[in-house]
């Protein structure tokens, strides 16, 4: 299967999916967007009120948020995958619980095996669990850590960085870090490559 075809079919089971109690409380699931040959995936934590009206991730306030901070390094939304650890909105934004968490991670691997993005860029706590569960946000954010033959960088939230100043100029320095990750992500596949494609470096 193509990855436009996978991705396809995942973001069609999440919106048929009852697998865990917060399908009963959405009005639209949100499986996440973006293009099939997108370099970078950023993972968030769940739809909020806009998103979940929309059926669009990153779409309220810490959307916009997201949309500026994409914008400090040249990159528009449409360029990166944007998704979620859970694809269905927690009551009045609470933290999902593990067993959501637990139900909804097939569709967040899957998304991630057809894509094979360079870089993933974890924001806040919940989906930075997923690579690193025993570590402290405030500890590794901005460091680009090899997983699985590819990059991945936790970052704080954009929201937490729209209510807590404290969070606002580390989130925006560790974006102006990520053209070098992303070239160093690239640097890395050439080397493992006996031809590196023309296009690796093709966003900078
Ligand atoms: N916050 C998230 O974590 N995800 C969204 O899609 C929107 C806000
Ligand atoms: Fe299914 Fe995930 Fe929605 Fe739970 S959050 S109902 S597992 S898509």
Redesign the pocket.
Known sequence: MSTQAVLDAVAAEVHACARCPLHGGRARA?PGEGPANAELMFI?????FH?DQQGR??V?A??QFLEELLGLIGLRREQVFIT?VVKCRPPANRDPEPGELAACADYLERQIAALNPKVIIT??RFSMARFFPEAKISAIHGQARPVGGRLVVAMF?P?AALHQPKYREPLIEDFRKLPALIAQAGRAAAAGEAEPPAEQLSLF
Do not use: D, Q, Y
């Open positions: 949100v968030g934590e769940g739809p909020g998103e991730p990153f309220g810490a959307g979620n924001l806040g939230h929201a």
